[in-house]
């Protein structure tokens, strides 16, 4: 089960995001409390690392099953796209999408969606794979994010930044 394998992560996951927390720190505007939107959050790692460091995490996640994990585990999860849920025209000083965006079918309607919730300032972080750089390269049609159907599209580091430029 796929989500019982992603769910045995959460400890490296949880890891993984607190060594990039000095970066965004670094990059966030100076307001308190930080507020954190998290697009695809699926169980919330992100979100416990953030309420760690006294952000207040929000989490969006397609996934009833993960959205209702990440709930039980005390997080505020809405079920849905991001198109979708009712946000309340809120403010968020960090959008991220770990991992997510290769998933949406349409990525571009995300991005503006997440650009019209960040506050004057803020800053969206989206991970995903570099169809364009070496390891792509290397492994090919194996490399690991190959993966439909799950996977719908593959940026590369210049599609990408030309999708974030166009939605702000």
């Known amino acids: 089960n796929a989500y019982a394998d ?20 670094r990059n ?6 930080i507020r954190v939107l ?6 919330g790692f992100f979100m416990d690392v953030a309420k760690e460091v006294g952000w207040e995490p929000s989490g969006v996640e397609l996934s009833p099953y993960m959205s209702q ?11 849905g796209s991001l198109e979708e849920v009712d946000l309340r025209r809120e403010a968020f000083h960090l959008v991220t999408m770990w991992d997510m965006i290769e998933h949406a079918q349409h990525p571009r309607t995300v991005l503006e969606r997440a650009h019209e919730l960040l506050a004057p300032g803020g800053l969206l972080v989206a991970a995903t794979g570099d169809i364009s750089g070496v390891t792509a390269r290397v492994y090919g049609h194996r490399w690991g ?13 210049r599609s990408l930044f030309s999708m974030l430029d166009k939605t702000g």
């Open 6 to 25: 992603y769910l045995s992560l959460g400890d490296s996951r949880r890891m993984h995001y607190r060594s990039l927390m000095p970066s965004l720190r």
């Open 28 to 33: 966030l505007p100076q307001a308190t409390p």
């Open 38 to 43: 998290d697009v695809g959050c699926a169980a």
């Open 69 to 79: 994990v990440a709930r039980e585990r005390g997080l505020d999860v809405k079920v």
């Open 145 to 157: 994010v190959i993966a439909p159907p799950g996977h719908l599209f593959y940026f590369s580091r």
